[in-house]
């Protein structure tokens, strides 16, 4: 599935994907609608599902809320590329299933609106509308492990059930 | 090769002889800490790993402190999922309103605590308890509940970077500067998932609320963790705190840094991060004459004794201008009784502040104290991203409490030294 692409600078921080005052939310369905909120109050609102961010250098600094990559998740986007991610947004993104992909070659090349798409088994990012192919780095084993439960709950439950502690 | 702070106390937790950086360890964890927004969400994600309680009651810190008192009823529905659990539970340790602190003010004056621990918590700023020559770090609420349910956690070890601080720092240059400048030398991802550890001279005279300062603001680079070696000062913190034993590690002479980075610190100016990024940092003198419409004295970062000492100090016999809103929060009930005690609430009150109950409030843009468009603030809090207190066109520049009260009083950002 291709999906177009929005792009963003350095250092996008979590208080522009969530801002404060929409931390009584915590339902995905709801957070979705305030994805990148901090960047324009409607946002959202022009995101399909399949869509892909590509940002620049630190993407999520700041705040350890999980409520902003659940909410670029729920809002459709199927995987964010970017230089360089924020540790604590890095590690949540993981934990609840949102492909966080680290690819500068890509980040330099794709324009805003560019459709993209992504073989996640190959590390493979397509660019169609450039007709380009980057590589990302592929993700670490332990992290692999939980990315394929699909999520570090689901890792977790699922090792609690092979009778582990 | 021996090894740093940092290396050793993640080595001794997870049982290994010796680490190296980039090694994935499963460290046990000596404390968890989650706050109302954070432990509602992590919650019911424990829940849906298949436990329903906490691995052990009494190494769990819940602190009710961003949305308090409730602004709201969706905040009063968030703290309710905490409160429930923690009784039905029995945790013992639940900070409520009237009891609570702001979680990083809250933690070590509690003794919760202690040099050699490894604690994680859901809050960026959890990376505060280095200056006790603790491991600790921020985590999501995922991670939070994996570490409620199981009482360990997987981590990278992180390389680390050593910033040696020189000479000895001139008058109203605290804690909250050497940080600032640190910051805005080497950028918001100048320490990616990597160790700070601060030493040298200036360091060594670095009472504790200036380390909890430094360490506060380590994830303002990017950093894993802040991390400053325990010594008499760190002792004679916890001693009095301390319900347990502890161990005060120190980093070999031989251990391997990343990279070394030398300050000299005796000629630096009181420093001002202007709006958008800790890192766009810059001297006093830069930024004096910057109309200001809110002062915020409080947060995590500098809203302990010695911080509300500084700008009582200045703030006597001073009247706030009468263009500006100054609201004092001072960081825990301690904190509050103390100040009181000592007259500055009485200092704070007759120049015409407003002093709050411990909250985390507007330093989140939460509640008490939100900007309008094109309104500035200057806070002793840690971030002033966009937005961050308000309006998308609202500004924040940050700073120590000793600029904080000489800009209340002056209506622009002022130096400390013009309202003595
Ligand atoms: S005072 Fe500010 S930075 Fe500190 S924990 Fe509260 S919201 Fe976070």
Redesign the pocket.
Known sequence: MAGKAFVFSDNIDTDLMVPGKYLTLSKPEELAKVCMAGIAENFAAQISPGDVFVAGSNFGCG?SREHAPISIKAAGVNCVIAASFARIFYRNSINIGLPVLESPAAVKSIGEGDEISVDFENGQIFNHTKSQTYAFKPFPEYILEIFKAGGLVSYIKNQANLGGN | MGMTLTEKILAAKSGEKKVEPGQIVVSKLDGILA?DITAALAIPEMKKMGYDKAFDPEKVFFVM??FVPHPDVKAAQQSKVCRDFARHTGLKYFYDVGNMG???VLLPEKGHVLPGDVLIGG???TCTYGALGAFSTGVGSTDLAAGLAKGELWMRVPPSIKFIYEGKLPPYVSGKDLILYTIGQIGVDGALYKAMEFTGPAIDLLPMDGRFTMC?MAIEAGAKNGIIAPDQITEDYVKSRAARTYEMYQSDKDAKYENTIKFDVSKLEPQVAAPHLPSNTKGISEVAGIAIDQVIL????N?RISDLRVAAALLKQQKVHPYVRLIVIPGSQEVYTQALHEGLLDIFLTAGAAISTPT?GP??G?HMGILAEGEACLST???NFVGRMGHPQSEVYLAGPAVAAATAIKGKIAAPEEVQ
């Open positions: 705040s | 706050n402190d961003h702001i979680e990083h809050d960026s700023h506060n409080g947060s995590c970062t809203g985390c330093c989140f939460g809090t840690n971030r």
